[in-house]
């Protein structure tokens, strides 16, 4: 979360710009305050398992970040969170597993489906791409980052975009690009455990080597 924050306020400008053609300008600003506002609560409530940690996150993220992105990613970690439960260790599989169950919950809440060009487009290929093999959190950022761009040429169906009917085609859809930040920084994060790489306790590994943090 940490690094999610920092992430969010260094491409701020830039999220912000590509909310500017399709939408109503305040995709940056809104994500930063709500994970500036995620750091704070975690760091005075310090709750101890990662389900916590996301549940707590999306509680946060809903109740301080107006528009739709709040919801929708206060959704994603809260679900996400509530599938992973108390266990103190996630392995990557467990992970992916958990993060279908908010993905899945956000598209019932935005009535969406990959293809409208949402943050859908992003988080779909991106937890796909988890299967538990050496590199899965380097895939599903690979992933991410190619179902945002692929929104460049689609028109939006859901969402402020599709007020705009064919305008909207040729830009990149902010919530993707922002879905895809993340997975880009969990990827980092992961990168710095040592004996991670993307690999779960099935994958030969021994200890906590194959847990995420």
Do not use: C
Not at 40 to 45: F, V
Not at 98 to 111: I, N, T, Y
Not at 156 to 170: F, K, P, T
């Amino acid at each position: 979360m940490s690094a999610a924050a920092a992430a969010v306020a260094r491409e701020e400008r830039r999220l912000t710009e590509l909310d500017s053609a399709i939408g109503d300008a305040d995709h940056g600003g809104n994500l930063r305050r709500g994970f500036t506002a995620v750091l704070a609560a975690l760091d005075e409530e310090k709750p101890a398992a990662p389900g916590a940690v996301l549940a707590l996150a999306g509680r946060r993220l809903i109740s301080t970040v107006g528009g739709a992105s709040g919801p929708l990613y206060g959704t994603l970690l809260r679900r996400t969170g509530k599938a992973l439960g108390d266990t103190a260790g996630v392995d990557v599989l467990r992970l992916r597993d958990a993060l279908r169950e908010g993905v899945d919950a956000v598209a019932r809440l935005g009535s969406a489906a990959r293809g409208d060009k949402t943050m859908l487009d992003a988080l779909y290929p991106a937890v796909e791409a988890l299967d538990g093999s050496a590199g899965s959190f380097r895939a599903a950022r690979t992933a991410a980052e190619e179902g945002a761009a692929a929104t460049v040429p689609m028109r939006a169906r859901r969402g402020r975009a599709s007020y705009l009917g064919e305008r909207s085609v040729g830009h990149q859809d902010p919530g993707a690009t922002s879905a895809a930040l993340l997975f880009a920084t969990l990827a980092e994060t992961a990168d710095t455990v040592p004996g991670h790489a993307g690999r779960t306790r099935d994958s030969g590994d021994s200890g906590d080597s194959g847990e995420a943090a």
